[in-house]
C-alpha cells in the first residue's frame, strides 16, 4: 500500500525553524521525485521545494529560498523539508507528494499522483 505520512508540523514563533518529515512506505523512494507543497485558507496549493530521482537536484520556490533546505534519506525511505527563519506567511498546511514518472521534479501540483495527509505549520507570535 502506497502511503506518504507527514510530521513535525506544529506551532512555532517568527524567526524560529521546524524540520518537516515525509516517510514513504509500499514504494521504493529513490525511484521517485518528491515535492513538497503548501495550502493557506482561500489560497491555491503552492509547491514550495522538490527534489529530482535523477540526480538529488533541488528547487525551491521564490518565497522560501535561502530559508527551506529540502533533503532525501533513501535508507530511512524519508524526505525532509527544514524550514529556518519562519514568517506568518508560512503559515500553510503543508503536504508532501511523490512522483514515479518524471525524473526531474517541479513545483506544479499535476506532476504529483500520491500525496500525503498534511501537517499544519503555524507561525504566530
Known amino acids: 500500500q502506497v502511503q506518504l505520512v507527514e510530521s513535525g508540523g506544529g506551532l512555532v514563533q517568527p524567526g524560529g525553524s521546524l524540520r518537516l518529515s515525509c516517510a514513504v512506505s509500499?514504494?521504493?523512494?529513490?525511484?521517485?521525485?518528491i515535492g513538497w507543497f503548501r495550502q493557506a485558507p482561500g489560497k491555491e496549493r503552492e509547491g514550495v521545494s522538490c527534489?529530482?530521482?535523477?540526480?538529488?537536484?533541488?528547487y525551491y520556490a521564490d518565497s522560501v529560498k535561502g530559508r527551506f533546505t529540502i533533503s532525501r534519506d533513501n535508507a530511512k525511505n524519508t524526505v525532509y523539508l527544514q524550514m529556518n527563519s519562519l514568517k506568518p506567511e508560512d503559515t500553510a498546511v503543508y503536504y508532501c507528494?511523490?512522483?514515479?514518472?518524471?525524473?526531474?521534479?517541479?513545483?506544479?501540483?499535476?506532476?504529483?499522483?500520491?500525496w500525503g495527509q498534511g501537517t499544519q505549520v503555524t507561525v504566530s507570535s
Open positions: 527534489i529530482s530521482s535523477s540526480d538529488n537536484s533541488t
Open positions: 507528494a511523490a512522483d514515479g514518472r518524471f525524473v526531474w521534479c517541479g513545483l506544479g501540483y499535476l506532476q504529483y499522483d500520491r
Open positions: 509500499g514504494f521504493t523512494l529513490d525511484d521517485y521525485s
